[in-house]
């Protein structure tokens, strides 16, 4: 470009020919300055990328983990059918306990077996109010941690209902039959 400012005679055009030449100087030097501050942002970006990468490969292995959770409970479908079967025998079986309770009111006393249960009666007079609220709050927690348990480890939820199914089974029996 150089050749082509000693061909023009006039310093007016001259002058304008350079600060042109400054000017597209200067507009470059910006231009480069930005495409560095984008190369800069694009690496960034590169690196989030291979960061999601990552994180997406951790995803993919917990869903296949929950898949093989969801899978073994597929399988266990009977036997979850069974846990809230024997669940729902200790609720009734509960519930009919209490009924039989209530129903002898001043007469439990003197046939409770339970020596907590005669104690809570003598503490309230030889009414069977407290007897009752404590064995349904009893109840309610049993039959609100044993699904947990379940939820937890299942092979251990469902022996702990079972044992308990057969104890409420039990006090069934002996309450009608014993």
Not at 47 to 52: D, M, N
């Amino acid at each position: 470009m150089t050749f082509d400012l000693l061909r023009v005679r006039k310093p007016s055009v001259q002058r304008k020919i350079k600060m042109l030449l400054s000017v597209t100087s200067q507009c470059l030097a910006s231009a480069k300055r930005s495409i560095k501050k984008i190369e800069k942002k694009i690496k960034k970006i590169e690196k989030i990328e291979k960061k999601i990468e990552k994180i997406e490969k951790k995803i993919e292995k917990i869903e296949k983990k929950i898949e093989k959770k969801i899978g073994k409970s597929r399988r266990n479908k009977p036997i979850v059918f069974v846990f809230f079967l024997f669940w729902t025998l200790v609720w009734l079986i509960s519930i009919v306990d209490v009924y039989w309770s209530i129903k002898l009111g001043s007469d439990l006393r003197s046939s409770e077996l339970n020596p907590l249960g005669c104690w809570l009666i003598d503490l309230d007079n030889g009414s069977v109010a407290l007897f009752m609220a404590t064995k349904m709050c009893g109840t309610m927690f049993v039959l609100t941690v044993c699904p947990l348990l379940f939820w937890h480890n299942s092979k251990i939820g469902y022996a702990v209902q079972c044992a308990l199914a057969a104890v409420m089974c039990g006090v069934f029996y002996y309450l009608h039959w014993g």
